[in-house]
């Protein structure tokens, strides 16, 4: 099953009821909503999040000017569509670059989610729009993390920073943005450590490389499939260490989308970027005006 299909058939089937009545009344439209609120329950949407949605559908569409209007059912379609549009941010949200270059950008993450994949889909994406981005291997804790970025580096034909595993992930860190300044690299791609769970160490570390290199970004790439699991970790890590916005991986997966529809809502951070697959070129953009279209069909 394909992001948000359930939640898009159970949507369609609501609203199919709603078109097929003419004129709307206030019932007709609570009658919805309940649906509207059970289907993005199912869809793994945070509870927090669906209550507040469903409360600010609900009072735009009992408006008289949609009640009273010819095609009601349409008008509260638009409605829905708008509020998922704003849900998940609006507007495609950019990254920030530096006044100066290069744009440094910590990538940060749990393990497995797809951080140093995306790392080298980022650095890829950047070099199609003529940019030239250095990667910096800070993960010095597992043992293949340095040569998958290696081999990730070679794919897309971009530098690899890396010190080995015996310096300090910071020191690293200082050092690549350095390198990158002498050398006229325009972005610099940190790769951080990742373990299976926040844990302190983890944390001290991430600040300890924040406060060292002062990145323009802190991106944290989080698993879709995990649904509130990743909005959980990433609250936390925006707790603990202030991140930028998020880049959701697997979204060619069998996921709900409920990860997708409450981040942004949740951490007040914009979902950046979406990985859509395995391959390099997997990475694209989040627009939230066409992932709320894709919900709606
Ligand atoms: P890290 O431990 O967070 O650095 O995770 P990796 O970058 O090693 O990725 C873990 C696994 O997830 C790898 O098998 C990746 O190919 C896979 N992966 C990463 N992003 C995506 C994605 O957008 N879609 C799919 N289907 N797989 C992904």
Partial sequence: MAIFEGLSTRLQETFQRLRGKGKLTEDDVKEAMREVRLALLEADV??????????????????????????????????????????????QSRIALASKPPTVIMMVGLQGAGKTTTTGKLANLLKKQNRYPLLAACDIYRPAAIKQLQVLGEQVKTQVFSMGDQ?????????????????????????????LHIDEALMDELKKIKEAV??????????????????????NFHQQLGITGTILTKLDGDTRGGAALSIRSVTGTPVKFAGMGEKLDALEPFHPDRMASRILG
């Fill in 167 to 195: 310096v300090s992930p910071v020191d690293i860190a200082k050092n690549a943005v350095e390198h990158a300044k002498m050398h006229g690299f325009d972005y610099v791609l940190i790769d951080t450590a990742g373990r």
């Fill in 214 to 235: 002062n990145p323009d970004e802190i991106l944290l790439v989080v698993d879709a499939m995990t649904g509130q699991d990743a909005v959980n970790v990433a609250e």
């Fill in 46 to 91: 945070n509870f927090k999040v669906v209550k507040e949605f469903v409360e600010k559908v609900r009072e735009r569409a009992v408006g008289q000017e949609v009640l009273q209007s010819l095609t009601p059912g349409q008008q509260v379609i638009k409605i829905v569509n708008d509020e998922l549009t704003e849900l998940m941010g609006g507007t």
